[in-house]
């Protein structure tokens, strides 16, 4: 049985998060980069050198395929290859100074499209949001 949130206030949450989630949606791929490479050059960001076998285990990718989009990244200059200093075997990847750039890129024009999209929103659903509160630059 699906559960219904009763407070009117959950509602109206519930009502401006799908009108959200729908608009972010439609503009979730990123110009000339999958969704999937960018997810990919954020995790390098945030974690930092990964070896290919645990980026492609976080990013529910098959490693063959991480292995492709890796090639990718490389030949873009958003990421590089470096050996593994506990075992000379292996190499991991970390991102370069222009995969960085590329996140921050996509990060502020998705902040721009949310915080467009927030000034759409009725007066109640801004309210339900909080969004009188909300800085949107604090989405970058």
Excluded: Y
């Excluded at 206030?9 to 959200?20: C, F, N, T, Y």
């Excluded at 285990?57 to 492709?68: R, V, W």
């Amino acid at each position: 049985m699906t559960q219904h949130p009763e407070n009117s206030d959950q509602l109206a949450v519930a009502h401006a998060l799908e009108r959200v989630i729908a608009w972010l949606r439609e503009a979730r791929e990123p110009a000339g980069m999958s969704l999937s490479t960018l997810s990919a050059l954020s995790r390098l960001e945030s974690a930092g050198a990964l070896r290919i076998t645990e980026l492609s285990s976080l990013e529910g990718l098959t490693q063959p395929g991480m292995t492709t989009l890796i090639n990718r990244l490389e030949d873009g200059g958003f990421a590089v290859r470096e050996p593994d200093p506990s075992d000379g075997r292996a190499v991991r990847v970390s991102i370069t100074q222009a995969g960085i750039a590329r996140v921050i890129a996509h990060r502020a024009s998705r902040a721009a499209l949310i915080g467009a999209r927030l000034n759409e929103l009725s007066t109640e659903d801004q309210d339900a949001l909080g969004v009188d509160r909300l800085d949107v630059g604090d989405l970058r």
